[in-house]
């Protein structure tokens, strides 16, 4: 079945430390996208790619970095510039062209600082 | 910038009743798309609902249904014989139409309780 696949489910970071966390799809999706969910604010966008070797900055990048080398996979980097990144992270892909779908999600990472 | 603006942060509703969620948003685009996602404790993201901008008719699936009344930039989402199932945080979200892979903007979400 196609999906996408978010790992690790749970990942405890220490101070200083970046952390990179899975996002996979086998949907044949060219878009990708992070966000982070924080208790009372809903979704907001880290980064998203909508082609392969392309990628934008959303409402929140400070502190993160991605890449997309391949069309399957998103992987988004928390480094210790990131002050705050205990929080649920979800990875979600939807189809380029102008069309009324949603995404599809994963099912998310929480991210702990220990 | 697009907003999206759900002013519920928790709702309840008894088994069996009927209850409606609100959602603005602000946008000067004519072309876009709403959405209605439900996020269970699971944490798994589920799409509800979804309905275009130039449909004037509104879009229902089973239980579910919106009010979509575009000139006033309300799309709020009643869930008809509530079931203790639907019991999830709701997160009301916004697309732009007219370009490719555009981002969704979510609400803050709604949290509902299912009373038995």
């Known amino acids: 079945d196609g999906g996408i696949t978010q790992s690790p489910k749970y990942l405890f970071r220490k101070e200083g430390q970046n952390v990179t966390l899975s996002c996979e799809q086998n949907l044949n999706h060219d878009a990708m996208y992070w966000y982070r969910q924080d208790p009372g604010q809903g979704l907001r966008l880290i980064y998203y790619?909508?082609?392969?070797?392309?990628?934008q900055k959303g409402d929140i990048a400070e502190g993160y970095s991605v890449s997309r080398e391949k069309k399957e996979s998103f992987p988004l980097t928390v480094t210790s510039a990131q002050k705050n990144p205990t929080a649920f992270y979800l990875c979600?892909?939807?189809?380029?062209?102008?069309?009324?779908?949603?995404?599809?999600f994963g099912s998310g990472t929480r991210l702990t600082v220990v | 910038a697009q907003t999206v603006t759900q002013s519920q942060p928790e709702m309840s509703v008894q088994e069996a009743e009927t209850v409606t969620l609100s959602c603005t948003y602000d946008t000067s685009e004519s072309d876009y798309y709403l959405f209605w996602y439900k996020q269970p404790p699971s944490r798994q993201m589920i799409l509800v609902i979804r309905?275009?901008?130039?449909?004037?008719q509104n879009a229902t699936e089973n239980r579910f249904s919106v009010n979509f009344q575009k000139a006033a930039k309300s799309f709020s989402l009643k869930i008809s014989d509530s079931q203790l199932g639907d019991a999830a945080m709701y997160f009301c979200a916004y697309r732009r139409g007219e370009t490719s892979g555009s981002r969704l903007t979510f609400g803050e979400g709604t949290q509902l309780t299912v009373n038995p």
């Open positions: 309905q275009e901008a130039y449909k004037q």
């Open positions: 979600a892909s939807s189809i380029y062209t102008p069309a009324p779908y949603g995404y599809t």
């Open positions: 790619s909508q082609i392969v070797n392309d990628f």
